[in-house]
């Protein structure tokens, strides 16, 4: 189906704290992923897959870095303008600034919410019928057609994606109960004893026109009477007001990188899945990485005779040296493995030389 009257508002602007060394010289949608790109470029690629129009980029920190990424990689996509917010006609004209320049700063923002308040501008300018917002951290393949089909058939104010996961991991998420025609009843952030194993994706379409007044409705509550958050705030006000709230369940794999340990994890998940690595979003490189099933591994660098490599990932620009084992792991661009030294359980950071061996994440410096 066609997605006009459809645009994308995608979410860039956490600090991403909780991925500790990962984000000390990066903003967290340009940490590298999957031996083949960088986390923002999951959600850009979907957009991109699904023919939506349009994408406003609503992001903070080191924004200067994000803006060099998307337009060398994404810019030139066509069926899909990537919109810059209110730097887009500074870019447009200037072109993105050199390494290590910056853009006019921002006011800073308390949630996801106010994200969408201050870009209401150019997400809620005319032309789009409805909004798909998106994460910057997220890690799934998906065109959007279906659920927008539904979400236009069912003549909802919003559909959220959802997903079933394993029960004891449902604290971290937005938890979702719904009824037997998948019309959300409630949704409860991280709840701490959770009753249902359905979670709230984060990604989801919201009818224009319901969206603009829930968000003015919640800012006339003042800075103290909201938390501004999607998932706290704007989605439960609708589901309390009786608006229609719709869930669309999600297909395969879905991953939200919040942290060190799901950030190791979930990359090695994806050895375990059916998933042609020629799918995956590339920037890192020009070529895939390969999934070599004799060492059940994503590779992206080159493993020299004498090194041993089992279950992990090595990204494009990893230095692997005769001698070296690496296990159960994460090599990212520019790492180095010397001859005698074994990673085990760990993550060896862009850019660094292990000097001594490594087991587990809490080793990392």
């Given amino acids: 189906m066609s997605l006009d009257g459809v645009r ?20 967290k949608p340009l940490v590298p992923y999957a ?6 470029d999951f959600s850009v690629a979907n957009a991109v897959r699904s023919g939506v129009p349009e994408l406003v980029l609503m992001s903070l920190h080191r924004e200067g870095d994000l803006v060099r990424h998307l337009m060398a990689h994404w810019d030139d996509r066509p069926g899909t303008r990537l919109h810059f917010g209110p730097n887009d006609e500074l870019l447009r004209s200037a072109g993105p600034p050199a390494p290590g320049g910056s853009l006019p700063e921002r006011p800073a923002e308390r949630g996801t919410a106010d994200a969408l308040s201050t870009n209401a501008e150019w997400i809620f300018a005319p032309g ?38 394993e029960r004891r991991y449902v604290k971290l998420f937005g938890m979702v109960d719904v009824d037997d025609d998948l019309r959300v009843r409630r949704l409860v952030e991280k709840p701490p004893e959770p009753t249902s194993d359905l979670v709230f ?15 003015a409705e919640l800012v006339a509550l003042g800075d103290d009477g909201w938390q501004h958050d999607i998932s706290r705030d704007v989605v439960p006000r609708m589901i309390a007001q009786g608006r229609l709230v719709s869930a669309f369940p999600i297909p395969g794999y879905w991953a939200d990188i919040g942290t060190v340990d799901r950030y190791h994890s979930e990359q090695l998940k994806l050895l375990e899945l059916p998933m042609d690595p020629e799918l995956l979003p ?13 060492i059940d591994s994503l590779v992206g660098a080159e493993i020299p005779a004498g090194a041993v490599v089992a279950r992990s990932v090595l990204h494009p620009g990893a230095r692997i040296e005769p001698g070296a084992t690496v296990l159960r792991s994460v090599v990212l661009p520019g790492a180095t493995v010397p001859d005698g030294v074994t990673v085990s359980d760990s993550i060896v950071l862009a850019g660094e030389t292990l000097a001594a061996d490594r087991r587990g994440l809490a080793e990392l410096s």
Avoid: K, N, W
């Avoid at 600090?15 to 010289?25: D, S």
């Avoid at 031996?35 to 923002?40: G, H, I, M």
């Avoid at 590339?282 to 004799?294: E, G, I, V």
């Fill in 128 to 165: 789009a019928r409805d909004l798909l917002v998106q994460h910057a951290d997220h890690v799934y393949l998906l065109d959007y057609a279906p659920m927008v089909a539904a979400h236009r058939a069912s003549g909802a104010d919003c559909t959220i994606g959802v997903q079933r996961i």
């Fill in 282 to 294: 590339r920037t890192l490189a020009a070529a895939a990485p390969r999934y070599r099933s004799d």
């Fill in 8 to 27: 994308a508002a995608l979410l860039a602007g956490g600090l991403g704290e909780r991925m500790g060394p990962l984000t000390a010289r990066a903003c």
């Fill in 201 to 215: 994706t984060a990604f989801c379409l919201f009818r224009v026109d319901a969206l603009r007044e829930v968000l």
């Fill in 35 to 40: 031996a083949s790109c960088r986390l923002v």
